[in-house]
């Protein structure tokens, strides 16, 4: 609790192109939370180097990314916006988790094995961590809520596993995070391949929309979206491509996969097409023009970035002293 409210904290990584997955999925339940709980959103940028990156794009889309979340909806006033590489506490944090966390726990992670499997010419210890430093950012802030997309639960479960251990052995240090998936959305898919989770990551440009597309390229882009032959609109797992339509339509305009449904009743899939495409479109819309603006001011941007840093480390701090006084180390003389 922070002056009478829980907490939330959340993080994206500053690699590759957003995706409307992480919009839908992540970025949008954050702005509607934000009002209700007490927030840390964090660039986790220290997250980003388990696979290579050129260092001056890097800071680039760190930047950007941090300059999106205000785009998006953010009050960096009311929330804290920050780079984690600002905060020493999370890789303190973590290395302290690490001890706590056991090899097959992480073995057992699938996106460890994904991850090795796409990068099999540095499959780093980084890489094979990376959920405990995962679980020490949301630890260190005394998270209770953590929104997410559903490929993030498994860490997240290992998260609680973790903090639960550590309380097990020392008392009551952690709180217990609970994960929040939105109501559709949280696993958005390939348009592609709608039995894929659309991805950053993915080389074919059409199976993901970028959250700076322009319109144009979105309607193309849902135009080509790989459906099936059923001829019918219905919210079903046999039709997974349909279905995905629907899911990203709900999220976009707040309506219920039934109202959905209803309304594109005897329609064809052309149709159900152009109308997602023009949903996606009016929600990126403003983001894309915000972001535009904001990125002109600098100076906004820089101060934020030192305001929050200073008010992360803050809570950080707090948590992290609490926990190496637990596990033993000496106090520190002033
Ligand atoms: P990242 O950067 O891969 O993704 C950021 C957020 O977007 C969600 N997401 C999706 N949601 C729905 N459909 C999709 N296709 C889709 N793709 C991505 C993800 O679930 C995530 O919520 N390890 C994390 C970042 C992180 C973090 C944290 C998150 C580091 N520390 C602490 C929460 C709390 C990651 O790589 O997310």
């Not at 409307?20 to 980003?48: I, M, P, R, T």
């Amino acid at each position: 609790m922070i002056d009478g409210k829980k907490v939330l904290f959340s993080g994206m990584q500053a690699t590759g192109t957003l995706t409307l997955g992480n919009y839908l999925g992540a970025l949008q339940n954050w702005v509607k939370l934000s009002d209700e709980y007490e927030c840390f959103y964090s660039v986790v940028d220290l997250h980003s180097i388990t696979v290579r990156q050129n260092p001056a794009e890097l800071r680039k889309r760190a930047r950007n990314l941090l300059t999106l979340y205000i785009a998006a909806g953010l009050d960096p006033k009311k929330n804290c916006i920050y780079y984690q590489s600002h905060v020493s506490g999370h890789a303190e944090l973590s290395w302290i988790l690490n001890c706590f966390t056991y090899m097959g726990e992480l073995n057992r992670m699938t996106q460890f094995k994904d991850k090795a499997a796409k990068h099999a010419d540095n499959i780093n210890a980084g890489l094979f961590t990376y959920p405990v430093l995962m679980a020490a950012d949301i630890l260190l802030y005394q998270a209770d809520v953590v929104p997410v997309g559903i490929d993030q639960m498994q860490h997240l479960e290992l998260t609680r596993d973790v903090a639960q251990r550590f309380n097990g052995i020392y008392g009551d240090v952690f709180t217990i995070p609970e994960a929040y998936l939105g109501k559709s959305g949280a696993k958005i898919m390939s348009l592609q391949d709608p039995l894929k989770k659309m991805s950053k990551s993915d080389e074919n440009p059409n199976a993901s929309v970028y959250l700076m597309d322009d319109t144009d390229t979105i309607i193309r882009k849902f135009k080509r979206a790989v459906t099936d032959s059923f001829a019918q609109i219905a919210y079903t797992d046999e039709q997974p491509g349909i279905k995905n339509l629907l899911d990203i339509y709900c999220s976009c305009t707040a309506k219920t996969p039934e109202e959905a449904v209803k309304e594109f009743d005897g329609r064809g899939y052309g149709e159900l097409k152009a109308a997602v495409g023009e949903a996606v479109a009016d929600v990126l819309g403003p983001v894309q023009k915000r972001f535009e603006e904001l990125s002109k001011d600098k100076a906004y941007i820089d101060e934020i970035i030192k305001e929050n840093a200073d008010k992360a480390n803050y809570y950080a701090m707090k948590t992290l002293r609490k926990v190496q006084k637990k596990v033993g180390f000496p106090e520190r003389i002033r």
